[in-house]
């Protein structure tokens, strides 16, 4: 295969948060620290994971930092928009996330990292309230404020290239309006203040402008409207979402392949969760929480494909709860009760009870997708990513046909793209392979 002509990744790479909390922070500490001693961060499949290249019997099985043309973690550099924490050292230690013994180390660069005002409105986030928030009231203007602000980062840090990963609060639901049909459209729209404009979707349309690629860690509407896709296929812009896979739903991606590998009955899936940090709070309002369960809830239906397998999927009980429970802060526990059946119809249970630690899991994957963007950008590529499904919660499809779910082909697509970009055959495990 003819290797794709990709621009090396020279000089320093801008990595831009919008929201500066317990995700966003966790995320720079870890890369801080991780310079700082030189151990690869635990959990970032661009860093850790190996990537097999031919077959079996040829031994080649690089790092596949070392095999693609990847951003050096010594390259990045961190800023992102807050409208609460004044830097991400206080992000860290309000969130609670990581204990001061590892905060210490790197807390002058940490406070050094200077969260720029955001754009906010708390009517899609009910239940914070934003103090450190762009002066402007026109969302026109505040998009023209965030253009501003990356151009600013740009030049003040030497940014040779930048991408954008949302960090910040889900939004309370929303279904697409006509004012996402078309970038003139929502051109328009931003002129007039339209209600059905979101502060994620004015940071969306801010970073394809400047030509910075953007990926959304939430479930909100934003890469995914149809003037973005637009905005982004013609500035040559590539863009991913939506919503980080971490705690319940990674172990859905996990489980539920399995069950269908072995063609095992599913009667129902109760999943529940607690958690006490500033995403509890939010999602502990009903409108942001439905945003949130429609998210979690096309798992199941797109991986175990109950219109194919209607004796097997075809009455599922999938049911999804989330409980704001400010003791357990960002240790979150995921509670699922799966009902199974198999052999003659009779009923098994499986129980899962994840205490995990969502922004541990999440940090990793901020930092993959980060680079996997900048790369893409690199490689020519504009428009939908979907071979990064692997790291998100409701992947967004490139074509008509529906993202892939399952967490195993997902990382097939993701590394037979790097193999294909590289000028490598795909692997397909086949008995000579």
Known sequence: MTARDIAPATGKLGVLTPGMGAVSSTFIAGVLAARQSGQAPLGSVSQMAHIRLGTREDGRNPLIKDFAPLASLDDIVFGGWDPISANALEAARTCGVLEEKDLAPISAEMEGIVAMDAVFDQKWVSRLDGTRVKVETNMWDQAMALIADIENFRTENGCDRMVMVWCGSTEAFQEPSAVHNT???????????????????????????????????????????????????????????????????????????????????????????????????????????????????????????????????????????????????????????????????????????????????????????????????????????????????????????????????????????????????????????
């Not at 328009?188 to 004015?202: E, F, M, T, V």
């Not at 607690?274 to 991986?303: M, Q, Y």
């Open 183 to 433: 970038i003139a459209a929502f051109e328009a729209g931003l002129k007039a203040n339209d209600d059905n404009i979101s502060p994620s979707q004015i940071y969306v349309y801010a970073a394809l402008q400047s030509g910075v690629p953007f990926a959304n860690g939430a479930p909100n509407l934003s890469t995914d409207l149809p003037c973005m896709i637009e905005l982004a296929q013609r500035n040559g812009v590539p863009i991913a979402g939506r919503d980080f896979k971490t705690g319940q739903t990674l172990m859905k991606t996990l489980i539920a392949p399995g069950l269908k590998a072995r063609m095992l009955g599913l009667r129902g899936w109760y999943s529940t969760n607690i958690l006490g940090n500033r995403d509890g709070e939010v999602l502990d309002a009903p409108e942001n929480f439905k945003t949130k369960e429609e998210s979690k809830l096309g798992v199941l239906h797109k991986i175990l494909e109950p219109e194919v397998y209607p004796d097997l999927y075809g009455n599922i009980d999938h049911v999804v709860r989330i409980n704001y429970y400010p003791p357990r802060g960002d240790n979150k526990e995921g509670w699922d009760a799966i009902d199974i059946f198999g052999w003659m119809g009779y009923p098994m249970q499986i129980k899962i009870d994840f205490l995990c630690r969502d922004s541990i899991l999440a940090a990793p994957i901020v930092l993959d997708l980060a680079l996997f963007m900048d790369l893409a950008m690199r490689a020519g590529e504009s428009g939908v990513q979907e071979w990064l499904s692997f790291y998100l919660k409701a992947p967004q499809a490139a074509g008509d046909a529906p993202a892939e779910q399952d967490l195993f082909i997902q990382q097939s697509k993701l590394k037979n793209t790097l193999r294909e970009w590289m000028g490598e055959e795909p692997v397909t495990h086949s008995e000579a392979g």
